[in-house]
């Protein structure tokens, strides 16, 4: 079975410009999560997704940061301007859809390592 | 604020020593997992922790749940070079859309051989 797959690995830019990240979750995967990572720190959850619509995006900076799954399967989330505060790893994972029940398993991809300049 | 505080932050133990990592809470979880992450990749799950005071073994692994789910923690007995890693617990509530999954702070562990 494959797993998450994530794209670019690596990005620098500098500060102002906009950059965008994508991500394939693995396969029949309903669920779709973005987290930022900041280096020794862990994993906060930026949005989630099921299948194309949002679940819970309150601690996205909407006003910068901006994420779609339009038709339910791959993702991209994008930064526009970007700030030197927003380097860090982006990671994406998937999880099957339960209704109810304890918390599930979320699968991770590699990340995105951002540096801004 | 942190709702899942791990401690200690930094561990640099010796190979063949044994080590507890703690995660804490003042709120209550349904359930507890633990993660490890290499650097360069994302982290992957250890084991899922459900009712409190529970036990799980995963050979030299040993993880436990607080009798109030408020608080977990991971052994490693006889700590080898590739148990080195960031290891991260995760509370998460039953599942219901909208509720969000909260990670620890971390724990970074190197085996020095």
């Known amino acids: 079975e494959a797993g998450v797959a994530q794209s670019p690995r690596y990005k620098i830019i500098e500060k102002r410009q906009s950059v965008a990240f994508w991500c394939n979750p693995i396969?029949?995967?309903?669920?779709l999560y973005w987290y930022q990572q900041i280096l020794g720190q862990g994993p906060k959850l930026l949005i989630q997704?099921?299948?194309?619509?949002?679940?819970?995006d309150s601690q996205l900076p909407k006003d910068r940061f901006s994420a779609e799954r339009l038709k339910g399967v791959d993702s991209t989330l994008k930064i526009q301007p970007a700030k030197l505060e927003d380097s860090a790893v982006y990671l994406c994972?998937?999880?099957?859809?339960?209704?109810?029940?304890?918390?599930?398993?979320?699968?991770f991809g590699p990340g995105t390592r951002l540096t801004v300049t | 604020t942190q709702l899942l505080e791990q401690s200690p932050q930094f561990l640099s133990i010796q190979e063949g020593e044994n080590l507890t990592v703690y995660c804490n809470s003042s709120s209550v979880f349904s359930s507890l997992q633990w993660y490890r992450q290499e650097p360069g990749e994302g982290p992957v799950l250890l084991v899922t922790v459900v009712t409190g005071g529970e036990v799980k073994k995963l050979k030299r692994l040993t993880f436990q749940f607080g009798d109030a789910r408020k608080d977990s923690s991971l052994h490693i007995t006889a700590a080898q070079p590739g148990d080195t890693g960031l290891y991260l617990c995760a509370g998460g509530p039953y599942y219901v859309p909208g509720n969000q999954f909260y990670f620890g702070t971390g724990t970074s562990l190197t085996v020095i051989p």
């Open positions: 396969s029949g995967h309903a669920t």
């Open positions: 994972a998937s999880s099957s859809f339960q209704t109810s029940g304890p918390s599930y398993e979320q699968y």
């Open positions: 997704f099921q299948n194309n619509g949002v679940v819970d």
